[in-house]
């Protein structure tokens, strides 16, 4: 049985989701109403006569009334004043990295947008112009990077800075009323990247990074081995303390609070490992909460990360390796990934700190020469142990072809 409402006479004016006002006649009784949105709530008004082009006439002006007092009200404030507001009270609970981005990500959209353009008119055409002009003016901060390529990751970065922004003042009050209707670029789609660029290194380079070094620091040579042999992120690994090391145990705890995606579990440690973990404790002479690799001049401190980046950088050149975009302490997960991919996905994930085996897949392992021979290796010793799997793809013989021909008889 078809329980589809009757639909009757209706007409839309204004832009939705800002001033859309709709009017219609009920299907049943033939009555006309007028239907608008006041502070996110539906609001349903009868009117008092059955004509439809004065119902329409009405839509507009109501339609109207509302986008100039949305432009006239104090609660529409500029990208301006929302920036300064959640850079003040927001972005001061976040860490150092954070609130560095956050600050350069609102000069880049106040730069992109002007700092009086009213955030509640932003638009989908507005997402893509950032887009298209973060691409052409390239990184923007000072330096041997400035005017360098930005890729799709470096863009959705800031992007989500602004939907932040634009979440948080649809949720916060000023004066009992919120600083946004709602967030009007809600749901805009992340720039994607049509090929990727995620180098995986190759055992030659690692060995070249290897013998290059021990000039550079010990830490970093230790650092370059928990990379290789566990296949963890660099920044879980910068993040290790002396007691996350189970030495009777041969492994290592990984601390959620440290973690990218809060991923707090154990893995085994290799010989390799543990035996560089011991050269770098003797020297160190620390046990217990005392970071693994302490900042050269605090301590008390983690080595930071753009330390971590610039001895890869060093350890690049002494190794004569050329510079790859995209290579860099990453590259080591895809190779562990690779080497690995002989290990059941659900085991190879808890080693190398995945939560969702996809990812491996998507992201981190490569096809690669040696795994592809193997396998059709393999596949041809299945092939001669098997005589029915090679038996189904010969010719027939000659007696085979005579014991299907018709007897004449």
């Known amino acids: 049985m078809n329980h589809a409402k009757p639909q009757g006479w209706s007409y839309s004016a204004g832009e939705r989701g800002r001033n859309r006002v709709r009017t219609y006649q009920h299907p049943e009784t033939g009555r006309l109403f007028l239907e608008l949105y006041e502070q996110g709530k539906r609001k349903r008004l009868a009117l008092r006569h059955s004509d439809h082009e004065e119902a329409k006439r009405q839509a507009d002006e109501v339609a109207a009334r509302i986008a100039l007092n949305a432009r006239a009200t104090p609660h529409a404030p500029t990208l301006n004043t929302l920036f300064d507001i959640y850079l003040a009270e927001v972005t001061p609970s976040k860490g150092k990295s954070k609130q560095s981005h956050d600050h350069r990500a609102a000069k880049l959209f106040l730069a992109c947008f002007g700092a009086d353009r009213p955030a509640s008119t932003l638009n989908r055409r507005d997402w893509d112009h950032y887009i298209q002009w973060r691409r052409e003016h390239g990184d923007r901060r000072t330096g041997s990077s400035h005017g360098n390529p930005v890729g799709s990751r470096i863009i959705e970065y ?214 592809m021979r193997a396998a059709l290796e393999g596949r041809a010793q299945l092939q001669t142990d098997g005589t029915v799997s090679v038996n189904r793809h010969r010719e027939p013989t000659p007696s085979t072809k005579s014991h299907h021909k018709t007897n004449p008889a």
């Open 158 to 371: 800031d992007l989500r800075f602004l939907q932040a922004v634009l979440n948080w003042a649809a949720k916060s009050r000023a004066d009992g009323t919120p600083m946004l209707e709602r967030n009007p670029i809600k749901g805009a789609p992340w720039p994607k990247q049509a090929t990727p660029n995620r180098p995986a290194l190759s055992d030659e380079e690692y060995q070249a990074l290897f013998q290059a070094a021990s000039t550079i620091s010990p830490q970093f040579r230790l650092a370059l081995i928990l990379a290789h042999e566990t296949g963890h992120r660099a920044n879980s690994i910068r993040m290790l303390r002396w007691s996350d090391i189970d030495w009777a145990g041969q492994s290592v705890r990984w601390r959620g609070e440290n973690d990218k995606i809060g991923f707090d579990h154990a893995t085994p440690l290799t010989e390799p490992a543990l035996q560089a973990l011991e050269v770098q404790r003797d020297a160190q002479q620390a046990i217990g909460e005392a970071w693994v690799f302490p900042a050269p001049k605090d301590p008390g401190q983690p080595c930071s990360r753009h330390l971590f980046r610039n001895w890869w950088l060093q350890a690049e050149d002494g190794a004569g390796l050329k510079r790859v975009r995209g290579r860099g302490w990453h590259s080591l997960r895809r190779k562990f990934a690779t080497e690995m991919k002989h290990t059941p996905l659900r085991d190879l994930s808890h080693l190398g700190g995945w939560k969702e085996p996809a990812t491996i897949l998507k992201c981190y392992q490569r096809a690669d020469e040696a795994t």
